[in-house]
């Protein structure tokens, strides 16, 4: 069921069904790059930045200090931001595929005095160029469901990752309450777009927004694409009536540590 979900949200792509998603999703990020943080204030009134400090407060129970983070499609720096705050580690390692984006990270964390800490660089989240067993933690922040290979991309994910490491996954979702349900639709599919499209331009890219999160995997089935590349007490909690996710899981220890990933 889970990898049959996961390939829902692999095939929904932001401009044509034909060609590589990634592509299309760095076009879309750099495209909308210069309106991103606007509209992510303006599409969730602002809660997005208190979903994340909810994911920081469950990692900081967990990550020791001075540890070495990893964030992922970190976009504009936002979250790679907070952990730096929050949890005060020796490094935050931020990654994307949109040098658009990093270009407005980098100018963030310039401007807050945080370049000793805080490093960015260009590259894709299914092919890390990062040793084995390197971070305290991994985060990603609405970034999965833009994954080609949503299996892959935890694969790199579990490698990456220290034993006894936390993953770390906050993405929007879809609220299970019909009358929730029918307000969130018509916000996401016609005003979103509609917003989107004046301040960015790229009408399209506001369009896969909706599509995209009603085809990621949720709730269980989220959780088990983790425990299939061998992560264990994974977990999700839904936030504000269930128009975000967050999932964490860690990396096992010891003889349990899964061994056959490259």
């Not at 984006?101 to 260009?122: N, P, Q, T, Y």
């Not at 599919?189 to 509609?194: A, N, T």
């Not at 999160?213 to 269930?242: D, N, S, W, Y």
Request: with cysteine.
């Amino acid at each position: 069921m889970a990898n049959t979900e996961s390939s829902q949200v692999e095939s929904v792509k932001p401009y044509s069904a034909q060609g590589s998603k990634a592509e299309q999703v760095e076009r879309m990020f750099d495209s909308i790059a210069s309106a991103y943080d606007f509209m992510n204030r303006a599409m969730t009134l602002g809660i997005d930045k208190w979903w994340r400090r909810v994911a920081v407060r469950c990692l900081k129970r967990h990550v020791p200090h001075e540890s070495r983070l990893l964030d992922l499609a970190t976009g504009t720096g936002d979250f790679a931001i907070q952990l730096c705050r929050a949890l005060h580690p020796a490094t935050v390692q931020g990654l994307d595929l949109s040098q658009g984006m990093l270009d407005v990270a980098r100018h963030k964390v310039e401007k807050l005095g945080l370049s000793h800490v805080i490093a960015f660089e260009r590259g894709d989240c299914l092919a890390l160029p990062y040793a084995n067993d390197g971070f305290d933690a991994v985060t990603i922040a609405f970034g999965v469901r833009n994954f080609e290979h949503l299996d892959v991309g935890y694969r790199e994910m579990w490698r990456v990752l220290k034993p006894g490491g936390m993953l770390c996954v906050l993405e929007l979702s879809t609220p299970r309450n019909r009358l929730v349900r029918w307000f969130y639709d018509i916000y996401t599919l016609h005003i979103i777009p509609w917003l989107g499209s004046l301040k960015s331009g790229d009408s399209s890219a506001y369009r896969y927004l909706p599509l995209s999160i009603a085809a990621v995997p949720q709730g269980e089935a989220m959780l088990e694409l983790m425990r299939q590349q061998g992560f264990h007490k994974c977990q999700a909690r839904r936030l504000t009536l269930g128009t975000c996710s967050i999932y964490t899981a860690i990396k096992p220890d010891g003889d349990n540590s899964k061994t056959n990933n490259p």
